[in-house]
């Protein structure tokens, strides 16, 4: 699963440094590419969990990045938990 989500405006390189290495600690992390403004996460399908997708949002909050992306991941972990 990819996600696209806008990155936190005018980052050093120390700050966009700390956060692709917090995303890549993210427990279902495949990949990271940055495309201008945004960035597009690639997560693991066959190991997401809620374990995650909690990670993630935590990691939104922190830098400030709109959660409404990571919707999806909850809809994707309640369809396999059925």
Do not use: R
Request: no cysteine.
């Amino acid at each position: 699963m990819k996600i696209l989500f806008k990155k936190p405006s005018a980052l050093s390189a120390e700050k966009n440094n700390a956060l692709m290495t917090q995303l890549s600690d993210v427990l279902a992390y495949k990949g990271v590419e940055e495309m201008g403004t945004h960035l597009l996460l690639e997560l693991d399908n066959e190991s997401i969990e809620f374990d995650s997708i909690k990670q993630l949002f935590v990691l939104f909050k922190q830098w400030g990045i709109d959660q409404s992306p990571l919707e999806s991941l909850l809809q994707l972990v309640d369809m396999k938990d059925t």
